[in-house]
């Protein structure tokens, strides 16, 4: 009787883990929040590049950091990140069985919250800053911007050779786990959660009424610190906190906002976006117009901007129309992200290579 008893308890504690929609739902949410909102950075920089370029030029160190108070101060306060949150779940420590009773309002432990702040903030940054080398690399190769026989380009040969294979098994690593979590034999869908320590957890019903009660007390205005240290403190608390719920307000509207476009651009709506985009085609937009004798521009059609020499391996760039030697707007493309002429925001897949009749 007590073995059935304690098998009852047993299931009890896994019933509450999530379904295999659940978290790949909530894994897809912050995967579909960055390219949109640097979609809206990257239209806001090509308007106004004096205004808005400066975010577009840095804006996976901007996002990082968003998503560093974002996810510390939903982590410190839920037990869950943002997007796990939003689909009412939670992380629960592993190891010890007292803290598997630990509510959701009280906060990951120092330990696990700053694992999980490296795994969901640091990792996937250093995967994007990882993957925009690779495609840098892959640009120098084929256009041979390095000697045939520089050690660099032997160098970062084989590491483009090696890097499919390194991507695939790491890719392969999740999906295998995915298969064991639906199978039923592991506790975590993505070996990032077994290496943090916690596993996925759906909120119970003590844990919703204690964050509306805890989020009911925090609206209570508190008592005034006595001492300067402790007014600064509060200050910073005040200032972190709300930047960290305007951002969540403002992601948990983009979410709405994003599942709007996808039901939007559905195929139950294809005859309501042709009867939209039916309309007369609005002229080309104005570019600047330049003086002939401006000091940006050479005399000469031939001549490169850059370098005022005859062009070696012309290559225009397609936000502009302005042509080039492709080493020097290359170099250039890539370390400002602009036009060097106009100014325009430009990065290095907008160089298109010219080729004459006589090639």
């Excluded at 929609?21 to 920089?45: C, G, I, N, W, Y």
């Excluded at 106004?48 to 939903?74: G, M, V």
């Excluded at 702040?117 to 640091?122: D, K, S, T």
Aim: hydrophobic letters at 40%.
């Amino acid at each position: 009787m007590a073995e059935h008893g304690a098998h009852i308890t047993a299931a009890s504690v896994v019933d509450d883990q999530p379904s295999i929609f659940e978290v790949v739902a909530q894994d897809s949410l912050m995967t579909a929040v960055r390219p949109a909102l640097q979609h809206v950075v990257k239209v806001l920089a090509e308007s106004n590049p004096a205004h808005y370029s400066f975010f577009w030029r840095w804006f996976d160190e901007i996002f990082t950091l968003l998503d560093l108070l974002l996810q510390q101060h939903y982590l410190s306060k839920t037990s869950a990140s943002f997007s796990e949150n939003f689909y009412g779940l939670k992380r629960i420590v592993m190891g010890d069985t007292q803290k598997l009773q630990r509510l959701a309002s009280a906060g990951l432990p120092k330990k696990q919250l700053w694992k999980s702040i490296m795994f969901l903030v640091l990792l996937p940054y250093l995967k994007v800053k990882l993957e925009k080398l690779v495609s840098s690399l892959r640009e120098e190769d084929e256009y041979s911007i390095h000697p045939p026989s520089s050690l660099w380009k032997q160098f970062y040969r084989a590491f483009l050779a090696a890097y499919p294979f390194v991507n695939m098994a790491w890719e392969g690593w999740f999906l295998v786990q995915q298969l064991r979590y639906i199978l039923g034999k592991a506790q975590h869908h993505s070996p990032l959660l077994s290496l943090a320590g916690v596993r996925l957890g759906r909120l119970t019903v003590q844990d919703i009424q204690t964050l509306e009660h805890k989020a009911a007390k925090a609206s209570v205005t508190p008592q005034p610190a006595s001492s300067i240290g402790e007014k600064i403190k509060s200050a910073l608390k005040k200032a972190v906190g709300g930047a960290a719920l305007s951002l969540s307000t403002g992601l948990s509207v983009g979410v709405f906002f994003l599942q709007f476009l996808e039901w939007w651009y559905s195929s139950e709506n294809q005859e309501t976006i042709k009867s939209l985009t039916a309309l007369p085609t609005p002229p080309p937009p104005v570019h600047l117009n330049y003086n002939s004798d401006s000091p940006l521009l050479p005399k000469m059609k031939t001549v490169c901007p850059l370098c005022r020499k005859n062009r070696v391996n012309d290559t225009v760039l397609a936000t502009s129309g302005y042509v080039f030697c492709y080493r020097c707007v290359f170099n250039y493309v890539r370390s400002h992200q602009a036009c060097p002429i106009t100014g325009y925001p430009t990065e290095v897949q907008h160089l298109i290579k010219l080729y004459s009749s006589e090639n």
